[in-house]
């Protein structure tokens, strides 16, 4: 079985920067599996992640998706994957219902699968009683929801999620963690970032620790803990990656 994705070689460096975001990286994310990327600040998570969805290109080495390319199938390749970013992706003063029918024409979508599919995403992330409402009077938790919903819409192989439940109540949290459970048993590979540690612990079944722009390890995490004498991902957080302040 082809990986999901296959990074070989990712070097990237902005311009005017001195040092690179990514340093030669390799990577391979199986088909199905449930991969969580951490680091700190400035690790290259983020690059990476836009690197993986064909928003950024890397500087040098190759990315291939089910085994294709970003250079030769970028429009097969965008409707196969998914990506929920840590910002807000729709549009505010549009409701929750149009918002999910403008990404669904847009994913290629048909009316019938569009409406089908939202109304089911709706129920299933507790949407519907407000399916009509601008997405702008929403709580943050809601407006989480619906990210990921519009994320989702055309069931894609494989869904980048980077930070998707950053300031969300504990229920909101329970919602988005279960759907991406759901999706998973369902096949789809989940490739996902977050500060949510203890989450990512009941969500993950491996790890990949980055650190100045390099993989530093990277195995399921009860092997990672094991091998690091680590009781939980935090300490091996930290164990790895240090104590050192990252946010100046």
Same mark, same amino acid.
Request: aromatic content about 6%; glycine content about 8%; hydrophobic content about 40%.
């Given at each position: 079985?082809?990986?999901?994705?296959?990074?070989?070689?990712?070097?990237?460096?902005?311009?005017?920067?001195?040092?690179?975001?990514?340093?030669?990286? +390799?990577?391979?994310?199986? /088909?199905?599996? &449930?991969?969580? !990327?951490? *680091?700190?600040?400035?690790?290259?998570?983020?690059?990476?992640?836009?690197?993986?969805?064909? !928003?950024?290109?890397?500087?040098?080495? #190759?990315?291939?998706?089910?085994?294709?390319?970003?250079?030769?199938?970028?429009?097969?390749?965008? &409707?196969?994957?998914?990506?929920?970013?840590?910002?807000? #992706?729709?549009?505010?003063?549009?409701?929750?219902?149009?918002?999910?029918?403008?990404?669904?024409?847009?994913?290629?979508?048909?009316?019938?699968?569009? &409406?089908?599919?939202?109304?089911? !995403?709706?129920?299933?992330?507790?949407?519907?009683?407000?399916?009509?409402?601008?997405?702008? @009077?929403? #709580? *943050?938790?809601? %407006?989480?929801?619906?990210?990921?919903?519009?994320?989702?819409?055309?069931?894609?192989?494989?869904?980048?999620?980077?930070?998707?439940?950053?300031?969300?109540?504990? /229920? +909101?949290?329970?919602?988005?963690? /279960?759907?991406? @459970?759901?999706?998973?048993?369902?096949?789809? +590979?989940?490739?996902?970032?977050?500060?949510?540690? &203890?989450?990512?612990?009941?969500?993950?079944?491996?790890?990949?620790?980055?650190?100045? *722009? %390099?993989?530093?390890?990277?195995?399921?995490?009860?092997?990672?803990? %094991? %091998?690091?004498?680590?009781? @939980?991902?935090?300490?091996?957080?930290?164990? !790895?990656?240090? /104590?050192?302040?990252?946010?100046?």
């Amino acid at each position: 079985m082809m990986p999901a994705v296959n990074l070989q070689e990712i070097y990237h460096q902005y311009d005017g920067q001195e040092q690179p975001t990514l340093a030669n990286l +390799t990577l391979q994310i199986l /088909q199905g599996e &449930k991969l969580g !990327l951490f *680091g700190p600040n400035g690790a290259g998570k983020t690059t990476l992640m836009q690197i993986m969805t064909g !928003l950024t290109t890397p500087t040098q080495g #190759s990315i291939n998706v089910l085994g294709m390319s970003f250079a030769k199938h970028k429009k097969e390749i965008h &409707k196969i994957i998914g990506f929920v970013p840590q910002d807000f #992706s729709f549009y505010h003063e549009l409701s929750a219902l149009e918002n999910m029918a403008f990404f669904g024409a847009w994913y290629g979508m048909n009316r019938l699968a569009i &409406k089908q599919k939202s109304e089911q !995403l709706l129920a299933v992330l507790g949407l519907s009683n407000v399916a009509n409402k601008q997405v702008k @009077n929403f #709580s *943050g938790g809601m %407006k989480r929801r619906v990210n990921l919903a519009i994320g989702v819409m055309h069931q894609p192989q494989i869904l980048f999620l980077d930070e998707p439940t950053v300031g969300v109540d504990v /229920q +909101t949290r329970n919602a988005i963690v /279960q759907h991406l @459970n759901t999706l998973n048993k369902a096949g789809t +590979t989940l490739v996902y970032t977050s500060h949510q540690l &203890k989450e990512a612990e009941d969500l993950c079944n491996r790890v990949a620790m980055i650190d100045e *722009g %390099k993989i530093i390890a990277i195995d399921s995490l009860g092997n990672l803990m %094991k %091998k690091h004498q680590q009781q @939980n991902l935090e300490g091996l957080f930290l164990h !790895l990656t240090g /104590q050192a302040y990252r946010d100046v």
